[in-house]
């Protein structure tokens, strides 16, 4: 899976660059590649930042971040100046999905959002990540409020991409003063 957020369906979220990593110039790059260091495989990316393509010249895997030296940067001034930038790549250059449970995260924006037992609880706007695990994001049409649920086959038990619509199995909430006493 490829994730995040992009502008359109045709450019896909790969990954974020984050902080400077020592003195010569490489980046942490937080990947949204269902395989980190694959972010490092697709030539040159277009950025979130006007004017700007980046290519990664090395990468390896630092825990849940790649470290990589980019084409052109050599120093630690230059490296600071990326750190926020959002790379993309054009869907064209990815592989197409071979079944119903493959997709990328920009293929569930704009999908009906249903409860288990049918009713529509909203639009699937985001699939944002903060650092835990993947959420989806579903806007409300009646209301425009938005909910966040887990994206896990739990939450998450049906997505069909093809038509149109995910199912969301809610989490149970405890009320205040529902919690079990402790024996």
Do not use: W
């Amino acid at each position: 899976m490829v994730g995040g957020k992009a502008d359109d369906k045709n450019r896909l979220l790969l990954g974020r660059i984050g902080a400077a990593h020592g003195i010569k110039g490489e980046v942490r790059i937080t990947p949204f590649t269902g395989e980190p260091l694959a972010i490092a495989s697709y030539g040159p990316l277009d950025t979130d930042k006007p004017g700007v393509r980046i290519e990664i010249a090395s990468a390896r895997s630092s825990g849940n971040v790649v470290i990589a030296r980019i084409k052109g940067v050599s120093d630690r001034n230059e490296a600071e100046k990326l750190n926020g930038v959002d790379l993309y790549v054009d869907r064209a250059r990815l592989p197409e999905t071979d079944d119903e449970d493959d997709f990328y995260h920009a293929d569930l924006i704009g999908l009906e959002a249903r409860l288990t037992d049918g009713r529509v609880l909203g639009e699937v706007i985001s699939v944002p990540n903060y650092g835990a695990s993947d959420l989806i994001e579903v806007r409300d049409g009646r209301s425009g409020d938005t909910f966040l649920f887990p994206f896990t086959r739990q939450v998450v038990p049906e997505v069909r991409v093809a038509d149109g619509y995910l199912v969301i199995e809610p989490p149970v909430e405890t009320e205040p003063g529902e919690a079990e006493e402790p024996n």
